[in-house]
Antibody, heavy 117, light 107 residues
């Protein structure tokens, strides 16, 4: 069955960076893009960016400008999302999701990132 | 960026009643709209894609309709497990966006 397994919770200081991993299984890695979505506590969903796991092309939401970097390691069938210059507002749960031609049919379990001094 | 506006913010209903949730886009997304359900402590779950196509395993009491800028998710008869937050998401634009959510709560 399809699963997206994310790395564990992180605690970071303001100004630092965080890198979260997402390892899909149950399907051919390069056949589906991976997107990242975040959700602040008690709040809605915010789209962050994407990667084409086949050719490595990426795109980000303008809301994050150059703070988000999404990469993939094809040998490990893993996608990474790095968020830099962390601030308190980045304290949220981050989800990786499988892109099925625009909508998201499978979600990771979520990774809580806490930004605190 | 295409903005999605969901209404109402909260819907208070009883089991067995019909729920009607609205999602309005700031510009046309054609039929490129999905709906998700989220329960506390869980990741969202895909309900509907392409405006009206139920995902695998989703009961037929969940009905999606609309096109262009106006979309509706109808839950024909609420079951106890349907009380949750529902989000719409568009994929008709160059980027993806979500609505702010509608909470369906027990009256």
């Amino acid at each position: 069955q399809v699963q997206l397994v994310q790395s564990g919770a992180e605690v970071k200081k303001p100004g630092a960076s965080v890198r979260i991993s997402c390892k899909p299984s149950g399907y051919t890695f390069k056949f589906y893009g991976i997107h990242w979505v975040r959700q602040a506590p008690g709040q809605g969903l915010e789209w962050m960016g994407w990667i084409n796991t086949g050719n490595g092309n990426t795109g980000n939401s303008q809301n994050f400008q150059d703070r988000v970097t999404i990469t993939r390691d094809t040998s490990a069938s893993t996608v990474y999302m790095e968020l830099s210059s962390l601030r308190s507002e980045d304290t949220t749960v981050y989800y990786c999701v499988r892109d099925s031609s625009g909508y998201y049919d499978y979600w990771g379990q979520g990774t809580l990132v806490t930004v605190s001094s | 960026e295409i903005v999605l506006t969901q209404s109402p913010g909260t819907l208070s209903l009883s089991p067995g009643e019909r729920a009607t949730l609205s999602c309005r886009a700031s510009q046309s997304v054609s039929s490129s709209l999905a709906w998700y359900q989220q329960k506390p402590g869980q990741a969202p779950r895909l309900l509907i894609s392409g405006t009206s196509n139920r995902a695998t395993g989703i009961p037929d009491r969940f009905i999606g309709s609309g096109s262009g800028t106006d979309f509706i998710l109808t839950i024909s008869r609420l079951e106890p497990e349907d009380f949750a937050v529902y989000y719409c998401q568009q994929y008709g634009g160059s980027s993806r966006t979500f609505g702010q959510g509608t909470k369906v709560e027990v009256k």
